[in-house]
Structures are given as C-alpha cells and as structure tokens.
C-alpha cells in the first residue's frame, strides 16, 4: 500500500508560478512510476507529468511541456510538480499518482486545487 498526499495548491495569477508536493507513505516501491494528473470541471482527468524515484526520466504532454517540471526528492519521498507561466486553462484539481507501470496507476492522493485567475 502507498500512501500520497498532496499539498501546494492554491490560487494564483496568470503568468505565475506553484509548486505541489505529494508525500509518499508505506511501500514506496522504488521501481513505481510517478505521475501527476488533473481534472477541471466538467472535463476528464488529463496526464500532466510523469517519472520514476530516479527522476532520469520525464514525460510531459505538449499543454505544459517547458512549463511544469516534475522532480523527485528520495530522501524525503517526495514527488514535485514545478508549475510556472501558469495559464487560466490550468485550473484543475491536481492528483499524484503511483503505480508499476504508466498504464497501470494503483495508488492515488486526494488531490489539491489550484485556481489560475486571468
């Protein structure tokens, strides 16, 4: 079982800049991938971010691609997502996610909302 947690939503300004964390409790198993996702209103979930625990690797969909960076802090299990020119479309309820494979998601936080005004 793992647990997540995510925190770092919030509101902000188009053209700025958030950064969510996800903590990650219980069987970190090292070889899971770790992702980020979002849901806006009325809209399905959408993949945002993904890697593993070395962070050698990423993958980002054109929509944030040179905007968000997704990193990994072993030491304190941690995932982040690094958001910066943050847009109005952005606003969503972001989910951490982790999972043996990116096709597989087992496990997931409760989300955060983060709210970009115009």
């Known amino acids: 079982q793992v647990l997540l947690a995510e925190s770092g939503g919030g509101l902000v300004q188009a053209g700025g800049s958030l950064r969510l964390s996800c903590a990650a409790s219980g069987r970190t198993f090292s070889t899971y991938v770790l992702g980020w996702f979002r849901q806006a209103p009325g809209k399905e979930r959408e993949f945002v971010a993904a890697?593993?625990?070395?962070?050698?690797?990423?993958y980002y969909p054109d929509s944030v691609k040179g905007r968000f960076t997704i990193s990994t802090d072993n030491a304190k299990n941690t995932l982040y997502l690094q958001m910066n020119s943050l847009k109005p479309e952005d606003t969503a309820v972001y989910y951490c996610?982790?999972?043996?494979?990116?096709?597989?998601?087992?496990?997931w936080g409760q989300g955060t909302q983060v709210t970009v005004s115009s």
């Open positions: 996610a982790a999972g043996p494979t990116p096709y597989d998601y087992k496990f």
């Open positions: 890697t593993t625990w070395s962070g050698r690797t990423t």
